[in-house]
């Protein structure tokens, strides 16, 4: 009953809710009650149902009644989640070490450096510098800064539902001992309120964007660079962390 009192007072504060007198004639049970007004019936069972059957045209209207659109409250329940768009629009994963060494994992999530011993926190994308980034979901911009290795790093904020409502199932390519590619770290909530996409290494934001900005799922945030330690590096890239 809560989850339904919650539903309940949403509507209540949204422009779907009238006072009866301003019911839309558009509205299913208005034709329902006009067609019934409207029948001839020569049952004499049927006309004293009908007769002890209020009008609608006689229902209090004094500004108390007031009318919810049961569409709407089931829109309330309805799970809405904006949708998934890549990063960048041709997403590919790097495949050289910073030594120029052809090592294809080298760019994936997990315990996939120093023969498994050194975690990399997030996913490289080949990018030309200055290539387009975008929203991956609707959220908002929480950070714009500078952090060491990672260079120029913009935040978003996303809603847990959005997120969950995006994952995909995925097999791990690289699960050598040495080579320890992961889905999520041990600490990871996917059950969590709300999530962080986090890209690095950027040239620089969009140019009005701002830190509380509104972005939609898609929208341009920024360009691709080597800030940080990308530097020179034979793959420039994205580094790309949720």
Known sequence: ???????????????????????????????????????QTTSTEQ????A???????????????????????DYFREKTSRWHEPLEYPQRTCYSSNRSLNKWNGAFGY??????????GLDLFADINTPCYACLDGEIVQYDVESGYGNVLVIKVEGDDLRASRNDYTLE?????????????????????????????????????????????????YTGDTGNAKGLCNPHLHFEI
């Open 52 to 74: 002890n059957t209020p009008k609608l045209s006689n229902l209090s209207t004094d500004g108390k009644a007031w009318f919810i659109h049961p569409v709407t409250m089931m």
């Open 174 to 222: 690289f699960t050598d001992k040495d080579k320890k590619e992961i889905v999520q770290a041990d600490n990871f909530n996917i059950n969590a309120d709300y999530f962080y996409l986090r890209y690095c290494h950027l040239s620089n934001k969009r140019a009005d964007l701002k830190v509380r900005d509104k972005v939609k799922s898609g929208d341009l945030i920024g």
């Open 1 to 39: 009953m809560k989850k339904v009192d919650e539903a309940h007072e949403h509507v209540k504060k949204n422009w779907q809710l009238e006072k009866a007198q301003r019911i839309k004639p558009s509205l299913w049970w208005q034709q329902v009650a006009q067609a019934q007004a409207q029948a």
């Open 112 to 121: 996939v450096r120093d023969e498994g011993t050194k975690a990399h926190t």
């Open 47 to 50: 006309s004293d149902a009908n």
